[in-house]
């Protein structure tokens, strides 16, 4: 082979180095991914989503939540999954390779047979010969997606002693050997390298392959260590993305002189951070958003402005951009970026921050997933001083950041100011402390916290009442499905669902066990145990307390229904009831009468069949059978987070919390000032204030009017109004609203407009018809910029003007043409005409009232469809 010595001389090298020993340790998890594919290759249908599985599990900076996520999906046997679980907890080692792809979709089922078969046959391979020829079919087949970076890890811990690892990193390695660029050409050359080498395994070639450069040099890992200095990222992705930039010609101009860029007006505090906390001698990551990373370097000065020809190049912005120098010491072996995509902490590429400070307890994590990886380097921080000053900043920035988002938040303005728009953005400042850039991926997120239920969205109207907002008596379908009878039932609203999840998730944070959550965990292992086998066709008997057989089988909402044998009369058994049930006898042996017991529990029902159940159940508890469905849910259903909290109201605890560690949740009422709050709210007006909240010294608990239960609002829930002022002002709110909610005004900015293509200068137009509006009205009735978002031609502003504008304006005016053409100009009429009385009908008794209208002027509106490019310039012009 080409340049063998040359290889052996670069092996001696590696061989030496602490990253040989690395890759040593690594190799334990070899075993542990070979038996996840044997278990993955056994599940029915084999989709697109277990190959995607497998790929996320495998990567190199796979976190421990999506190791256990998808170990979940692929090894569905309890005993083989833990068994796993625990060999890779032991070992902690990562996966060998990144992921090429984050997934594969839109494989064929015959394509995903032949992926299967593949790999399949891959485990009975025993020689060199039979590797190739399996591989060849297999290409030969044309498979999509899953080409060699994605199947030769997969092959690789089948048999690491036959198949390679060969993917786009291999680049710089089969270029400088002269090595074939085809998966089945390779295995011969690598396998004499591994000869050559005495190795066991491929192993070490794949190490050596990733690590090597162009130059035909090993990319060997260094260590920095801070020796006080602090390390930050920094992200130029503005300069790619801002449409205002000449972005070429500034990127182009920070690269060649090894600059960093900032607005020093950048969100968060990051462009002051960036002028008063960045030093000369700290260090800093120089990335382009989550695509690309260009080096890491050390601050050579302090902050600078552009001159003018080159500020220029910012467009509006132009005074605001300054920079720092710096010197670029090291570089990574690609600046593109893969794998990372999901990595959104704020200290990541991806993350959503511009300039964020590097946290010593950061760093093992970003060693991992990005120095390590992309520059062989491990940054390190001795300084003792860190840890404290590290626990110190965290406390501060949450202090800072509860300061920021009042509890109780109404956001007023006139209509299109983009008020309800404006809430997704502070319930993800809320949760998460940043929004997404892309409007897209904020609404994307804003979605999945509404279906995890941390955020909760309610539009307030004439018709709503306390009954839909807090608790009211509804009717539901009777227990029995084929019963003709509707029954009633007290029935949460959407504010006390919210209240149930934002407490239970108060509880459980700041609580380390509860004895009713293990003991409903309990219940719903053995509930959904038998569930399980009873709808897989291995339980289809019970037995009653008196040994007769009952018939058991499911139902669609999740219950069971019970005939006994030989009969036709059905019986529900509901698991809500049971659970009851379960609560007052986890043991059935201990009734003393099962009718007596059962009922005075549930009231009437089939004690029999209750029995029944129970019993099943209790005898896996007793035999400590376990569950092997992965439906078995460690969360708690809402019905179950209730019974825990109310228990935990009735006690009407008035323990004062001082380190509250639970999670944020967001309670939006859209339009607040549309329902009548008193009435809806009722007697939780007062305890929505944050010194009534659970766990504060003034706590408050109410008795609720229907369920007769006790009440309290957890501290960390956050209720966000918005109302529009051109229905009822601010001042015209109820009094006991106005003292419990703090109050943000959202005004029109026409600032924030551009004008159209067509020349129609809309930030002019919207703040000369805003003028008009506050003489002719007040500041209450104007118009939102909101609605001018999305209009870049006359086109769409002849819409908003149609649909939004001009019915807006004939609300505030009336149908008063006088005003309106006061506001708009001549050129929206197409003229006016005086009333002649001979258009009236003759009636003699009018005692001549048709003369009256003579003076009377009308007028006539110019459809929307004729105006001109002129006419919308009249209004500013």
């Given at each position: 082979?080409?340049?063998?010595?040359?290889?052996?001389h670069?092996?001696?090298?590696?061989?030496?180095?602490?990253?040989?020993?690395?890759r040593?340790?690594q190799?334990a998890?070899?075993?542990?991914f070979?038996?996840i594919?044997?278990?993955?290759?056994?599940?029915?249908?084999?989709t697109n989503?277990v190959?995607t599985?497998?790929?996320?599990?495998f990567?190199y900076?796979?976190?421990?939540?999506?190791?256990?996520?998808?170990?979940?999906?692929?090894?569905?046997?309890e005993a083989?999954?833990k068994s796993?679980?625990?060999?890779?907890?032991e070992?902690y080692?990562?996966?060998?390779?990144?992921?090429g792809k984050t997934?594969?979709?839109?494989?064929?089922?015959e394509d995903?047979?032949?992926?299967?078969?593949?790999?399949v046959k891959?485990?009975?391979v025993t020689?060199v010969?039979?590797a190739?020829q399996?591989?060849?079919e297999?290409?030969?087949?044309?498979v999509?997606?899953?080409?060699?970076g994605v199947?030769?890890?997969?092959?690789?811990y089948?048999n690491?002693t036959?198949?390679?690892?060969?993917?786009?990193s291999?680049?710089?390695?089969?270029?400088?050997y002269d090595i074939?660029?085809?998966?089945?050409?390779?295995?011969?050359?690598?396998?004499?390298?591994?000869?050559l080498?005495?190795?066991?395994?491929?192993s070490h070639?794949?190490?050596?392959a990733?690590?090597?450069?162009?130059?035909?040099?090993?990319?060997?890992?260094?260590?920095?260590?801070?020796?006080?200095q602090s390390i930050y990222?920094i992200?130029?992705?503005?300069?790619?993305?801002n449409?205002?930039?000449?972005?070429?010609?500034?990127?182009?101009?920070?690269d060649?002189?090894?600059?960093?860029?900032l607005?020093?007006?950048?969100k968060r505090?990051?462009g002051?951070k960036?002028?008063?906390e960045l030093?000369?001698?700290?260090?800093?990551?120089?990335?382009?958003?989550?695509?690309?990373?260009k080096w890491?370097?050390?601050?050579t000065?302090?902050i600078?402005?552009?001159s003018?020809?080159?500020a220029?190049?910012?467009?509006?912005?132009?005074?605001d951009w300054i920079?720092?120098?710096v010197?670029?010491?090291y570089?990574?072996?690609d600046?593109?970026?893969?794998?990372?995509?999901d990595?959104?902490?704020?200290?990541m590429?991806?993350?959503?921050?511009?300039?964020w400070?590097?946290?010593?307890?950061?760093?093992?994590s970003?060693?991992?997933?990005?120095?390590?990886?992309?520059?062989?380097?491990k940054?390190?921080?001795?300084d003792?001083?860190?840890?404290f000053?590290d626990?110190?900043?965290d406390?501060?920035?949450?202090?800072?950041?509860k300061s920021n988002?009042?509890?109780?938040?109404i956001l007023?303005?006139?209509?299109?100011?983009?008020?309800?728009?404006?809430?997704?953005d502070?319930?993800?400042?809320?949760?998460d402390d940043?929004v997404?850039e892309?409007?897209?991926?904020?609404?994307?997120?804003?979605?999945?916290l509404?279906?995890q239920?941390?955020?909760?969205?309610?539009?307030?109207?004439?018709?709503?009442a306390?009954?839909d907002?807090?608790?009211?008596?509804?009717?539901?379908q009777a227990?029995?499905?084929?019963?003709p009878?509707?029954?009633?039932e007290?029935q949460?609203?959407?504010f006390?669902?919210?209240c149930i999840?934002?407490t239970?998730?108060?509880?459980?944070?700041?609580n380390?066990s509860?004895?009713?959550?293990?003991?409903?965990?309990?219940?719903?292992?053995l509930y959904?145990?038998l569930?399980?086998?009873?709808s897989?066709?291995?339980?289809?008997?019970?037995k009653?307390?008196?040994?007769?057989?009952?018939?058991?089988?499911i139902?669609?909402?999740?219950?069971f229904?019970?005939?006994?044998k030989g009969?036709?009369?059905?019986?529900?058994?509901?698991?809500?009831r049971?659970?009851k049930?379960y609560?007052?006898?986890p043991n059935?042996?201990?009734?003393t009468?099962i009718h007596?017991?059962?009922?005075?529990i549930?009231?009437?029902?089939?004690?029999?069949?209750?029995?029944?159940?129970l019993?099943k159940?209790?005898?896996?508890?007793?035999?400590?059978?376990?569950?092997?469905?992965?439906?078995?849910a460690?969360e708690?259903?809402?019905?179950d987070k209730?019974?825990v909290?109310?228990?935990?109201w009735s006690?009407?605890s008035?323990q004062?919390?001082?380190?509250?560690?639970s999670?944020?949740?967001v309670?939006?009422i859209?339009?607040?000032?549309?329902?009548?709050?008193?009435?809806?709210?009722?007697?939780?007006?007062?305890?929505?204030?944050?010194?009534?909240r659970?766990?504060k010294d003034?706590?408050l608990y109410?008795?609720?009017?229907?369920?007769?239960n006790?009440?309290?609002?957890?501290?960390n829930l956050y209720?966000?109004?918005?109302m529009?002022?051109?229905d009822?002002?601010?001042?015209?709110l109820?009094?006991?609203?106005?003292?419990?909610?703090?109050?943000?005004a959202m005004?029109?900015?026409?600032?924030?407009?551009?004008?159209t293509?067509?020349?129609?200068?809309?930030?002019?137009m919207?703040?000369?018809?805003n003028?008009r509006?506050?003489?002719l009205?007040?500041?209450?009735?104007t118009i939102g910029?909101a609605w001018?978002?999305n209009?870049t031609?006359?086109?769409?502003l002849?819409?908003?003007?149609a649909?939004k504008?001009l019915?807006?304006l004939?609300e505030?005016f009336?149908n008063?043409?006088?005003k309106?053409?006061l506001?708009?100009?001549?050129a929206?009429?197409?003229?006016n005409?005086?009333v002649?009385?001979?258009?009236?009908?003759?009636f003699s008794?009018g005692?001549?009232?048709?003369?009256?209208?003579?003076?009377?002027?009308?007028?006539?509106?110019k459809?929307?469809s004729k105006?001109t490019?002129d006419?919308f310039?009249s209004?500013?012009s």
């Open positions: 082979m080409k340049n063998s010595a040359h290889f052996l670069l092996f001696e090298e590696y061989k030496n180095s602490d990253l040989y020993e690395e040593e340790g190799k998890i070899i075993p542990i070979r038996q594919l044997a278990e993955a290759l056994t599940i029915e249908p084999f989503q190959l599985d497998l790929i996320q599990i990567k900076n796979c976190t421990d939540d999506t190791f256990d996520k998808k170990l979940k999906a692929l090894v569905l046997d083989k999954r796993i679980w625990d060999a890779a907890m070992h080692v990562p996966g060998f390779t990144n992921a997934g594969i979709v839109g494989l064929k089922d995903l047979q032949t992926v299967k078969e593949f790999l891959a485990f009975k020689t010969q039979e190739k399996l591989v060849r297999y290409e030969n087949k044309k999509p997606k899953v080409k060699r199947y030769s890890p997969w092959l690789f089948i690491p036959l198949f390679p690892i060969f993917n786009n291999y680049k710089n390695f089969i270029n400088w074939p660029n085809e998966y089945q050409q390779v295995i011969d050359p690598l396998h004499e390298l591994k000869s080498v005495n190795e066991e395994d491929f070639i794949d190490q050596v990733h690590i090597f450069t162009k130059e035909g040099r090993l990319f060997m890992a260094k260590t920095l260590e801070l020796d006080g990222k992200s130029h992705g503005a300069l790619i993305f449409t205002d930039f000449d972005n070429a010609a500034i990127i182009d101009i920070v060649q002189n090894n600059l960093i860029t607005n020093r007006y950048t505090g990051q002051e960036f002028v008063t030093k000369e001698g700290d260090y800093v990551y120089l990335c382009y958003g989550g695509d690309k990373i890491i370097g050390q601050v000065s302090g600078e402005d552009f003018p020809d080159i220029s190049l910012f467009g509006p912005e132009k005074e920079y720092r120098e010197k670029p010491i570089f990574p072996k600046e593109a970026l893969s794998g990372l995509k990595q959104r902490s704020m200290i590429p991806s993350g959503n921050s511009t300039f400070k590097i946290k010593p307890s950061e760093l093992e970003i060693n991992k997933l990005l120095f390590l990886p992309y520059f062989n380097l940054v390190i921080d001795n003792p001083n860190e840890e000053e626990q110190v900043e406390e501060t920035e949450a202090m800072e950041a988002n009042p509890l109780n938040l007023y303005g006139p209509p299109g100011t983009g008020k309800t728009y404006r809430t997704i502070i319930s993800l400042e809320i949760i940043e997404p892309k409007r897209s991926e904020a609404k994307q997120r804003f979605a999945s509404q279906l239920r941390r955020v909760f969205f309610n539009t307030f109207h004439q018709n709503m306390y009954e907002f807090i608790e009211g008596i509804k009717p539901v227990e029995d499905e084929d019963s009878f509707l029954k009633y007290i949460d609203g959407l006390m669902q919210a999840e934002a239970y998730n108060y509880h459980v944070k700041n380390k509860d004895q009713l959550v293990e003991q409903i965990l309990d219940f719903n292992g959904d145990l569930f399980e086998e009873v897989k066709g291995a339980v289809k008997e019970i009653t307390v008196s040994n007769n057989d009952l018939e058991i089988n139902t669609s909402q999740g219950n229904v019970l005939v006994h009969r036709e009369r059905a019986y529900t058994v509901s698991k809500d049971l659970s049930i609560d007052v006898y059935p042996s201990t009734m009468n007596e017991n059962i009922r005075d549930i009231g009437r029902s089939n004690s029999t069949a209750y029995w029944a159940v019993n159940i209790a005898s896996y508890r007793v035999t400590n059978k376990k569950p092997h469905s992965l439906a078995i460690k708690l259903s809402y019905e209730k019974k909290i109310q228990s935990i006690k009407r008035v004062v919390v001082s380190n509250d560690k999670d944020p949740f309670f939006i859209d339009e607040i000032n549309r329902g009548n709050v008193s009435q809806i709210f009722g007697e939780l007006i007062t305890l929505i204030e944050p010194d009534k659970m766990g003034e706590v109410v008795d609720l009017p229907y369920s007769k006790a009440f309290a609002v957890p501290p209720i966000i109004g918005t529009n002022t051109a009822r002002s601010v001042e015209a109820d009094t006991a609203l106005r003292r419990r909610f703090s109050f943000k005004s029109p900015l026409p600032e924030e407009l551009k004008p293509t067509d020349g129609i200068d809309l930030p002019k919207l703040s000369r018809l003028e509006l506050t003489v009205k007040d500041n209450d009735h910029h001018f978002w209009v031609e006359i086109e769409g002849r819409a908003v003007y649909n504008i019915p807006l004939q505030f009336y008063d043409y006088e309106l053409g506001v708009l100009g001549d929206f009429f197409e003229g005409t005086q002649n009385s001979n258009i009236f009908a003759k008794a005692n001549d009232l048709g003369s009256q209208y003579e003076q009377v002027w009308q007028y006539r509106l459809d929307s105006l490019k006419d310039q209004i500013y």
